[in-house]
C-alpha cells in the first residue's frame, strides 16, 4: 500500500514561508517522479516542482528561485521550502510519487497554503 501525506500547509502573509512535507504512510517504497502540483479555485491542476530519483530537480516558472525541492530517502519524505510566498500561490498542494517508473501516480490528500496580500 502506498499513500502520501502531505503537511505543513497554513496561512502567511505575502513574502513569508512555509514548508511542506510529504511522507509515504504505506509500506511500499513510492521514489519515482516524486513532486509536488497545486490547484488554485477554478484552476486546473498544475505543476510546481518535482525530484528524481537521481536528485534532479525540476520547477515551474513561476516558483523558480523561490521554492526548493529536497529528498530524504531514508525518511520516504519529501519536502517543498517555499519561500517570498506571494497571494498567487495560495492553492491545495498536492504530493505525488510513482511505485515504478512508469506505474500510475499515486496522490496524496492535499494541504492547504493560503497567502494573504
Known amino acids: 500500500q502506498v499513500q502520501p501525506v502531505e503537511s505543513g500547509g497554513g496561512s502567511v502573509q505575502a513574502g513569508g514561508s512555509l514548508r511542506l512535507s510529504c511522507t509515504n504512510a504505506?509500506?511500499?517504497?513510492?521514489?519515482?517522479?516524486r513532486g509536488w502540483y497545486r490547484q488554485a479555485p477554478g484552476k486546473e491542476r498544475e505543476f510546481v516542482s518535482g525530484?528524481?530519483?537521481?536528485?534532479?530537480?525540476t520547477y515551474a516558472d513561476s516558483v523558480k528561485g523561490r521554492f526548493t525541492i529536497s529528498q530524504d530517502n531514508a525518511k520516504s519524505t519529501v519536502y517543498l521550502q517555499m519561500n517570498s510566498l506571494k497571494p498567487e500561490d495560495t492553492a491545495m498542494y498536492y504530493c505525488?510519487?510513482?511505485?515504478?517508473?512508469?506505474?500510475?501516480?499515486?496522490w496524496g490528500q492535499g494541504t492547504q497554503v493560503t497567502v494573504s496580500s
Open positions: 504505506g509500506d511500499i517504497p513510492c521514489k519515482y517522479n
Open positions: 505525488t510519487c510513482r511505485i515504478t517508473r512508469y506505474g500510475d501516480y499515486i
Open positions: 525530484i528524481g530519483t537521481d536528485g534532479i530537480t
